[in-house]
């Protein structure tokens, strides 16, 4: 069964020290591997997206992550945290021929940057 | 903002009701996706709709249903509506040939008493 698994439910950082948020997945094929965040009372928001090439992806607001196959790992990551980037992150991957779009989303990783 | 709009933003029903959640896809966006977030079960996957076809389908129950109409805005009727039911749903749409990539709406919270 496919399935993505963000082990830590909470991720702990001080401002200006780099993050790293996990995520391992499951699935046939070739993925699709998306990160959102999402704060509180919204929507998710669209970060970034692995499809293929290089292994490291650059998204939105400085995040970036990378793709490990041997691992099965998207884990997304800041070089330097801000109070600001506080929020819920959720991993999710796309079966092959990802442009299907139902989504398979992990938990979800609360990330609190303390000043 | 990301384009794609919800409607009601917050819904308090009792037990045994039915809702009707309304959302409109980005425009040019053809498939719409409805999700349920809840804290013991996170975001799920319930049902896709692509130009008025439904095109896949997840964790959905029978008690609910949906469709969407040849304006491309998408219903989720839920009915015999139970306390379980109470969640944030998410209605999400992707463009035509796109990377795969969602947009989502600001969610319908809805609350059942």
């Known amino acids: 069964a496919q399935s993505v698994a963000q082990p830590e439910d909470q991720v702990n950082v001080a401002e200006g020290n780099p993050l790293t948020v996990k995520c391992t997945y499951s699935v046939s094929g070739n993925p699709y591997l998306f990160w959102y965040v999402q704060y509180p009372n919204r929507g998710l928001q669209f970060l970034l997206k692995y499809i293929t090439g290089d292994n490291l992806v650059k998204g939105s607001y400085g995040f970036e992550a990378e793709f490990n196959k041997s691992q099965t790992s998207f884990h997304l990551k800041k070089p330097s945290a801000l109070v600001s980037d506080s929020a819920l992150y959720f991993c999710a991957v796309s079966p092959e021929g990802g442009s299907q779009g139902n989504l398979i989303f992990g938990k979800g990783t609360k990330l609190s940057v303390k000043p | ?113």
């Open chain 2, 1 to 113: 903002d990301s384009g794609v709009t919800q409607t009601p933003k917050h819904l308090i029903t009792a037990t045994g009701q039915r809702v009707t959640l309304r959302c409109s896809p980005r425009s040019g966006d053809l498939s719409v996706y409805w999700y349920q977030q809840s804290l013991d079960q996170g975001l799920q996957f319930l049902i896709q709709y692509y130009n008025g076809e439904e095109r896949a389908k997840g964790n959905i129950l029978e008690r609910f249903s949906a469709q969407q109409f040849p304006d491309l805005h998408s219903e989720l009727n839920l009915s015999s509506l139970e306390l379980g039911d109470s969640a944030l749903y998410f209605c999400a749409s992707s463009a035509p040939g796109g990377g795969g990539e969602l947009f989502f709406g600001e969610g319908s919270r809805l609350t059942v008493l």
